[in-house]
């Protein structure tokens, strides 16, 4: 798939928001996007069957394990992303 777009996204223990924030992204009218999920170690089963969840989303989750932070997880995601501008900057 060649993404337009890459929509990182860390969550810690956000099980209860991160529903509204796929909701969200579903409602786009630009549809060209991945979603990369960065785990910061969460303890709420959140990422648990999200791709089942939500089929239409081309997905990619990194699990780490344990909680390095926002910009961290940010950085992370940025080297997963396959959004054509993006990879361009980083890299």
Not at 54 to 72: C, H, M, S, T, Y
Not at 73 to 79: L, P, R, S
Request: hydrophobic residues 45%.
């Amino acid at each position: 798939m060649n993404t337009k777009v890459s929509v990182i996204i860390p969550t810690w223990n956000s099980g209860k928001v991160l529903s509204q924030c796929l909701d969200s992204l579903a409602k786009q009218t630009i549809k060209d996007f991945e979603i990369i999920l960065i785990d910061n170690g969460s303890s709420d089963n959140a990422i648990v069957n999200l791709p089942e969840k939500w089929p239409a989303f081309d997905f990619q989750i990194k699990e780490l394990g344990r909680n390095v932070e926002f910009a961290a997880a940010n950085n992370g995601g940025a080297h997963l992303a396959r959004g054509h501008d993006l990879a361009n900057l980083i890299a």
